[in-house]
């Protein structure tokens, strides 16, 4: 157990796995038949970028092999060591990499936060769309105000996104992480852009969070209701 501890932990290991994940998740991608609500999300998109896109963690496996080659995105990937797996994997599907995240309670010190939050800020400035889940860590189904914070600092517009596939496999873990699985019925399902007021109080902000919240909770039920509705033919 220890050794594969230890295998685990090589730099070449966590690139092999990550290379073998982004290369299964590219062929979900190409083996489903997605729809999209609204159908055209990405000019929408295309058309206000650059944005930020927000999830739920352990739903976010599939958003980088489902998204459209010419819209440039950088993704918030946690400095933890499984991190490092999902930075490869992105990396291999062509999306830049942000690494930290958040703490609870909203604070940004710890993890790399308040470089990452510099990170974010500046990507979109450049023209960049931020992806990042939306949860406070280790609390699933929860949004947190740093991307809240996020919105208010850049100015930039949220869109709540859901990605589903009527295969799949569920994990028993703190997110229910998703493993989307090959030849499936594929739905992306977007809100309706939220806007942060740069001069936005405290009870602003958390209207605006739980407006968050119950838009991707709805955006996610809309996916899953598509996918899993009976299919009436090719």
Known sequence: MQLWRNIARQRWAKVA????AAEFLRFVG??????????????????????????????????PAARKLEFPTKILISRHHDGEINAVAAERLGIGTIRGSGSHGGSFVRKGGVA?????????????????????????????????????ASGRPIYAVAFATSRR?????????????????????????????AAADAEELEACRRLLEDRLTAVTR?????????????
């Open 17 to 20: 796995v990550g290379v073998a």
């Open 222 to 234: 809309r996916a899953y209701e598509v996918v899993d509705r009976p299919h009436r033919g090719a």
């Open 30 to 63: 190409t083996t489903s038949r997605f729809t999209f609500e609204p159908p055209d999300i990405y000019e929408r998109l295309e058309a206000g970028k650059p944005v930020i896109l927000a999830i739920w963690h352990g739903q976010h496996l599939l958003a």
């Open 116 to 152: 990452a939050f510099q990170a974010m800020v500046d990507a979109l400035a450049k023209g960049y769309s931020v992806a990042l889940s939306a949860d406070v860590p280790k609390v699933s189904r929860v949004a947190g105000p740093g991307i809240i914070k996020l919105a208010q």
């Open 169 to 197: 496999l569920v994990l028993d873990n703190w997110d229910r992480t998703t493993i989307n699985l090959p030849f499936s019925r594929g739905c992306g399902v977007a809100a309706e852009p939220l806007s942060v007021p």
